[in-house]
């Protein structure tokens, strides 16, 4: 069997049942029309966090995304290292997702096309949205990062002088996405306190 190569760049992007789901949610809208060929699989806890911080339906954040896969569907195409990407990124990222991808439990297509990441050497970040943690949470952090994994807890930057939450999710995005080499011209750089102290 050949693998699987992609005309166009592809990342999968996984959503878990944590608070913070308009960070999946911003990720897919600002990849959509980039020429990212977007894989989503959402947890059936994340549909209940959509109704409880969103007006989307479940349909509408699909509609988002290239292609969808059911969180329980693990013989999916993404579940298998010979399907191409530059990635994956679950944002947000639960602790139980988290936990999952730590021991290599993948009982889920979202954990498994994360074990896969890893395996492939690929670029998994996980957006843990948790506080405070406590020593298993960051032994489950450690072991991730150990493995290749980046956790990227999504923390806003005030450098960035925010006016609202959008700028700060979307701060937060662009630097997600740096991390795949994928400048979307979201994120506020940092130019150096010199500058600062002289515009003051």
């Not at 700028?167 to 994120?187: K, Q």
Request: aromatic share 4%; with cysteine.
């Amino acid at each position: 069997m050949s693998r699987d190569i992609s005309p166009r760049p592809r990342i999968v992007i996984g959503i878990s049942g944590a608070s913070g789901v308009i960070y999946g949610i911003r990720i897919l809208e600002v990849l959509r029309g980039r020429g990212i060929e977007t894989h989503l699989i959402m947890s059936r806890a994340a549909h209940l966090t959509l109704a409880s911080e969103s007006h989307l339906a479940p349909r509408q954040v699909e509609a988002l995304a290239s292609v969808t896969h059911n969180n329980k569907d693990v013989g999916a195409a993404c579940a298998s290292g010979s399907f191409h990407t530059l990635g994956m990124i679950v944002a947000p990222c639960s602790v139980k997702s988290l936990a999952e991808i730590a021991t290599g439990t993948t009982s889920t297509l979202l954990s498994r096309a994360a074990d896969v990441t890893l395996k492939e050497r690929r670029r998994l970040v996980l957006m843990l949205r948790e506080t405070p943690l406590h020593l298993g949470h960051i032994r489950a952090m450690a072991a991730v990062t150990e493995m290749g994994g980046i956790v990227y807890p999504p923390v806003p930057a005030f450098y960035a002088k925010p006016q609202s939450v959008d700028e700060m999710v979307d701060h937060t995005v662009g630097r997600v996405l740096d991390l795949f080499d994928l400048d979307v011209g979201l994120a506020h750089r940092w130019d150096g306190m010199r500058k600062v102290i002289s515009t003051r």
